[in-house]
């Protein structure tokens, strides 16, 4: 059976290498961040893209107030994934690698979707710590109830359902920052802004992987939008507070 699903699906197959392989890409240690850079110049339309995205989606905003959170430091958090997508949202079809996922699960296909660039191992993840961190109480305030964890067709077909809108990816933003506070409840930070290199590091390069990890990380520069890695590269970590920074006014 497993061999007549591989003949099967064996160019889709390919599509899922082609993004495993440029993930482990842009895992690769470039560097160190250093001075500040230009980064609406570096980006060029893509980055405008996804400021003038962000512009038309305020609404939002009232989203994450409601939650307590800061709309600058929300999308700061995905602003880079943002960059990214508008760099490559044309190049890799992902349709039939959804249709993977909802048929055999994660192990099968993985893979990046939505202009916050979000897996479906990255939210099954997120569901499971939301249920497990947040009280009933919590999750009432927020108006999101537990989720089924179950692994089946339907279960997963709700998601990547959940995954390829815009409200299910924000809401899914706000689930991220809620349980990062739960999970590093016990870290400080001498500013909002170290907060935010920490969180966006985070989101980018596994909020499970430990604070000292995370510390380390948002120094290194294994940013970039090519979709074969390309130098120089960047720190997301520092792009995350570029827009940060330049939020109350855009």
């Known amino acids: 059976m497993w061999w007549s699903i591989r003949g099967r699906y064996r160019r889709r197959a390919a599509a899922g290498l082609l993004v495993l392989f440029t993930v482990l890409l842009q895992a690769w240690p470039f560097g160190q961040s ?62 039939n690698l959804k249709a993977l996922y909802v048929q055999f699960g ?15 191992s990255f939210v099954e ?43 299910g990816q924000v809401r899914y933003l706000l689930l991220f920052i809620l349980v990062m506070e739960k999970i590093y409840v016990r870290e400080t930070w001498p500013s909002v802004e170290d907060k935010l290199r920490f969180f966006a590091t985070a989101y980018n390069a596994g909020y499970r992987r430990g604070a000292a990890v995370l510390r380390k990380e948002s120094t290194l520069l294994r940013f970039h939008t090519g979709i074969i ?16 920074r330049k939020f109350p006014s855009i």
């Open 34 to 95: 250093s001075e500040a850079q230009d980064y609406a110049k570096i980006f060029g339309r893509n980055y405008r893209q996804a400021l003038d995205f962000i512009q038309r989606n305020r609404r939002f905003d009232e989203t994450f107030r409601a939650c307590d959170i800061d709309p600058g430091f929300a999308w700061a958090i995905v602003f880079p994934e943002m960059i990214r997508w508008s760099a490559l949202s044309d190049v890799i079809e992902t349709s």
């Open 106 to 120: 994660k192990g099968y296909s993985d893979f990046s979707v939505g202009r916050f660039q979000m897996k479906p």
């Open 125 to 167: 993840t997120l569901e499971s710590d939301f249920n497990r961190l947040l009280e009933r109480s919590e999750k009432d305030k927020i108006g999101v109830a537990a989720f089924d964890m179950a692994d089946t067709i339907e279960n997963r077909r709700a998601r990547v359902a959940r995954l390829i809108g815009l409200d």
């Open 229 to 244: 890695f390309s130098k120089p590269a960047y720190s997301y970590a520092d792009i995350a507070l570029d827009l940060f």
